[in-house]
């Protein structure tokens, strides 16, 4: 089951999309306007799974919204269908610019409504690595890196990021525990790119505990330091009394010896143009 955030000044319309939508299995969630909307994605909750979002709203029109969704790690990987009663090229252009990947003219047709649907949902979950992080996945992240790495004059940095002793960390703790300590690192990460970033930085969950993060070569510092230093107090909590203590914990090697580790931490690759 998806969820989509249905975002319309009209409740007749909202109603209708909710009414042609829910028979195909999707939880529909409504707001009224821009503010509510930035609001509803704002909260510490897992975010909709796709936004249909009108052009002409009220106060924060649909073009603002889109553009903050953009600014925001934790939400710029979501798709956008908008909706429009208007059909210039000028309109879509500025709307794609802003973020949209699709557009319905209104009135539409459910049939129509439900197809574009669809086919922003597929792509989205061929691209989106799991939903343990919401983040983008392996194949957006090779999107992404191509578009920042086009320009060999750019200003452009890759930082390449991970869970430190995570396998054993597994193998000691479960992969339960595993997966909120994935959370856990994806959460200092946004949290990092939202203080020390740029607004179009951009986030990804390649696959286990390993993230990418495009930058600029000014913030790589910033951003690392600020991850690291902010998992690292999450850390101790996901260890026994005993292994915070030592600063360590035991855990089995591929070779099947007993060994001790220290804990979890975040390290970081990166690769830049700048010239040496």
């Known amino acids: 089951m998806s969820r989509i955030l249905v975002v319309d000044d009209e409740p007749l319309i909202v109603e209708i999309i909710a ?53 925001d790690a934790r939400l710029n990987h979501i798709p956008i269908i908008m909706l429009t009663a208007k059909t210039a090229t000028y309109d879509r252009k500025t709307g ?25 949902l597929q792509h989205l979950h061929g691209v989106k690595d799991t939903d343990l992080t919401n983040l983008p996945g392996a194949e957006q992240v090779q999107v992404a890196i191509r578009e ?24 000691a703790y479960s992969f339960a525990q595993g997966n909120k300590l994935v959370q856990k690192a994806a959460s200092s990460l946004i949290k990092a790119i939202e203080e020390k970033g740029n607004a179009d930085d951009f986030l990804g969950h390649i696959s286990g505990s390993e993230f990418v993060v495009l ?27 005993q292994d915070q203590t030592k600063g360590s914990f035991t855990s089995v090697s591929r070779q099947g010896d007993i060994v001790r580790l220290p804990l979890v931490s975040l390290s970081f690759d990166i690769v830049d143009n700048s010239v040496d």
């Open 19 to 71: 009414e042609t939508l829910s028979p195909e299995g999707h939880e529909i969630q409504k707001v009224y306007n821009g503010e509510d909307a930035i609001k509803f994605l704002n909260r510490d909750q897992e975010p909709p799974d796709l936004v249909l979002l009108d052009l002409m709203l009220p106060g924060m029109d649909g073009l603002e919204v889109s553009r903050q969704m953009q600014q």
């Open 96 to 120: 794609y610019q802003k973020g949209a990947d699709d557009y319905i003219t209104k009135p539409f047709d459910p049939d129509e409504l439900i197809l574009r649907v669809r086919t922003q």
């Open 215 to 241: 930058t600029s070569i000014d913030k790589c510092q910033g951003i690392t330091e600020r991850a690291g230093e902010l998992f690292s107090k999450l850390v101790p909590d996901f260890f026994s009394k």
């Open 148 to 171: 920042r790495t086009a320009d060999p004059e750019g200003d452009w940095a890759i930082v390449y990021a991970d869970i430190e002793n995570f396998r054993a960390y597994n193998q």
